[in-house]
């Protein structure tokens, strides 16, 4: 298991920016383990859905409300962004980072979420 810690969330207008944060920590054979890495999103009384992945090899894939306006970067092997354009109103929500290892010892961690709330 990693644990997960997001930062960045925030109060923004329409049509402005955010960068989202995700910092891993845990042992370097965990850390080095991870396939995938993404954020999800959970708005009030919706179920979570994903918004971007990025694998280790760099390959990335974004839900298509967000496709154009947000990317997914990894920086180094625990440190992961979304850098979010153009944000709309439909975007506020709960923001989630993940990490997922599909080998042996597999896990699935996920961060507390940090809150973007755009407005009008």
């Known amino acids: 298991q990693v644990q997960l810690v997001e930062s960045g969330g925030g109060l923004v207008q329409a049509g402005g920016s955010l960068t989202l944060s995700c910092v891993a920590s845990?042992?370097?054979?965990?850390?080095?383990?991870?396939?995938?890495m993404g954020w999800y999103r959970q708005a009030p009384g919706r179920q979570r859905e994903v918004v971007a992945i990025?694998?280790?090899?760099?390959?990335t894939n974004y839900a298509a409300s967000v496709e154009g306006r947000f990317t997914i970067s990894r920086d180094t092997a625990e440190t992961m962004f979304l850098q979010m354009n153009s944000l709309k109103p439909e975007d506020t929500a709960v923001y989630f980072c993940n990490a997922v290892r599909n080998t042996l010892p597999t896990f699935s961690s996920w961060g507390q979420g940090t809150q973007v709330t755009v407005s009008s």
């Open positions: 845990g042992s370097i054979d965990s850390i080095n383990g991870i396939d995938v």
């Open positions: 990025i694998t280790r090899h760099h390959t």
